[in-house]
């Protein structure tokens, strides 16, 4: 006779996702280049600002 053998069973497993989608990407990416388009203007500012003072000073 023949004997039988134990059957072979797979686990089909879910990838895991990436929880951060597009919109998420685009929105951090945004607020990282609103960021640094704020620290450039409050920057010209204060050296506009000094540079204005300065040329008051000198005259």
């Given at each position: ?42 920057t010209?500012?204060?050296?506009a ?11």
């Amino acid at each position: 006779m023949i004997q039988q053998q134990k059957p072979i069973i797979v686990k089909l497993m879910e990838t895991p996702h990436d929880p951060t989608g597009l919109a998420d990407v685009l929105i951090g990416s945004l607020g990282l280049t609103g960021a640094i388009v704020l620290l450039a203007v409050v920057t010209g500012a204060i050296f506009a600002g000094v540079l204005f003072w300065y040329r008051s000073r000198t005259s």
